[in-house]
C-alpha cells in the first residue's frame, strides 16, 4: 500500500468471546428498538389492559380489542419473548403476572412504561433532523417535535408525579408544605401539558398554581386537564418561557426536569429567584445523575443520555445562550447554575432512582 493510498485496512479479527459478547449486546438492543412499537400498539389497541382481565389466546384478546387475530398473535408472541406478557404453553394463553400488570396497565399508576416508549417513538421521528444538527449546530426546538414526544413525555413522568410530588418531593422541602395548606402561590415553569399544576391544585386547594411552557400547543392542552380534573378555578396557563412567566412573591417555583433543556439556564435561575418570595423556594427536578461523565456510564445513563441527543441538547441549542447542560448534568453543573444567578442555599432534599430533587433558595 502506498503512503497516498487512503483504502482502511480491515479491522483485525477480535477475540471471539468478545465478539459474541458485543454481538449479544447488539441483538438485546437492536431487539428492543424494534420492540418498543410493539408496547405502543399495546398501549393504543388497550392489548395490555385486556389482557389484565385474564388470561386470553390470541382469538380471544382480538375479541376483547376489535383487532384481527393474526397480527394480536404475533405481537403476544413478540412480547413474551421480552418478558412483557407471559405464555403458557400448556394451555396456549397469554396472560400478565402482577408486575407486568402493575407496569404495563394504568396509566393512573405509580409506574407507566408505555408513556416511555411513546415518548421515544415520537423523538426518534426526528432523527434526520437531530442527524443534520450535528453539522450545524443549530439543535431543534421541542415544540417541532412529532405531537408524541408531548404526549409520551406526559404519560412517562404523570405517574411520578403522582406518586412522589405532594407524598416525598413537597415535604422534603422546610416549611413550604405547611405554606401550601394555608394558601400559598405556585408557578409552575416548563409545565408542558400541566400534569404537575394539576397535582399541586389538587393536593393543596387553598393554594393557586400559574403554570408556564413556551410551547403553545401543550398549554392548550394543559387547560383541557386543569378543566377536566376540575381545578381550573385555581390553575390557570400561559405561554411563556422561563425567564420570561410573569408573577411575583411566589412562595414556590417549581421546574420538573426542564432546566437542562434550556439554553439560558442561569438567566431562567436569575428570573425564577426575582419571582420568589423573600422566603421562597424553588424546587429544582432533574434526572438523576453523577457529578462526571464516568460516574453516568450505566443503564440509566445510558438511557438518559441518548434521550438527551435527541431532545434536551438540540433544545438549548436552538435557544440564545451559552449552555446547553444535558439530562445528565450532575449536581456541581446545576450548582455553578444557580450561584451564578445570585442563590445561596442549594441542597440535595430527597430523590428516586431517576431523579434528583433540590431545594433552592435566596
Known amino acids: 500500500m502506498s503512503s497516498t493510498d487512503t483504502t482502511t485496512a480491515p479491522s483485525a479479527m477480535p477475540d471471539q468471546d468478545a465478539l459474541d459478547a458485543f454481538l449479544g449486546r447488539f441483538v ?31 382469538d380471544e384478546l382480538a375479541a376483547r380489542t376489535g383487532t384481527r387475530t393474526r397480527p394480536v398473535a404475533e405481537w403476544l408472541h413478540g412480547q413474551a419473548a421480552g418478558g412483557y406478557v407471559t405464555h403458557d404453553a400448556a394451555t396456549g394463553r397469554f396472560h400478565l403476572d402482577a408486575t407486568q400488570a402493575f407496569c404495563l396497565t394504568d396509566p393512573d399508576g405509580p409506574v407507566y ?24 449546530g443549530t439543535g431543534m426546538g421541542w415544540h417541532e417535535h412529532d405531537e408524541d414526544v408531548f404526549l409520551g413525555c ?35 415553569l416548563g409545565c408542558g401539558l400541566g400534569a404537575s399544576s394539576v397535582i399541586m391544585a389538587g393536593a393543596y386547594p387553598a393554594t393557586t398554581v400559574r403554570g408556564s411552557d413556551y410551547h403553545a400547543g401543550s398549554i392548550a392542552l394543559a387547560r383541557e386537564r386543569a378543566a377536566a380534573a376540575g381545578v381550573e378555578d385555581r390553575v390557570t396557563f400561559e405561554v411563556a418561557s422561563a425567564q420570561t412567566f410573569s408573577g411575583r412573591d411566589y412562595d414556590l417555583v417549581t421546574t420538573f426536569d426542564c432546566l437542562h433543556d434550556m439554553g439560558d439556564p442561569v438567566g431562567a435561575a436569575r428570573h425564577v429567584r426575582e419571582a420568589l418570595a ?21 443503564p440509566r445513563g445510558r438511557l438518559y443520555y441518548n434521550f438527551s441527543s435527541l431532545l434536551c441538547v438540540p433544545n ?47
Open 278 to 298: 423573600p422566603e421562597g423556594c424553588w424546587l429544582l427536578v432533574e434526572p438523576a445523575a453523577g457529578g462526571t461523565p464516568a460516574e453516568n456510564y450505566h
Open 28 to 58: 438485546t438492543d437492536l431487539g428492543a428498538t424494534a420492540a418498543a412499537a410493539g408496547v405502543v400498539i399495546g398501549h393504543r389497541l388497550g392489548l395490555y389492559r385486556a389482557l389484565a382481565e385474564g388470561p386470553a389466546t390470541p
Open 154 to 188: 406526559e404519560a412517562f413522568f404523570r405517574p411520578g408525579y403522582l406518586a412522589s410530588l405532594t407524598t416525598s418531593w413537597i415535604p422534603a422541602l422546610e416549611g413550604v408544605e405547611d405554606r401550601l395548606r394555608a394558601g400559598g402561590r405556585v408557578a409552575d
Open 113 to 136: 412504561l408505555p408513556g416511555a416508549f411513546l415518548l421515544a417513538l415520537g423523538a426518534l421521528r426526528a432523527e434526520p433532523r437531530i442527524t443534520d444538527s450535528f453539522r450545524t
Open 316 to 362: 438549548a441549542l436552538s435557544q440564545s445562550g451559552e449552555r446547553a447542560l444535558g439530562a445528565q448534568a450532575g449536581e456541581p453543573a446545576l450548582r455553578e447554575v444557580v450561584e451564578a444567578a445570585g442563590f445561596t442555599r442549594f441542597r440535595l432534599a430527597t430523590g428516586t432512582p431517576f431523579n434528583d430533587v433540590y431545594e433552592v433558595r435566596p
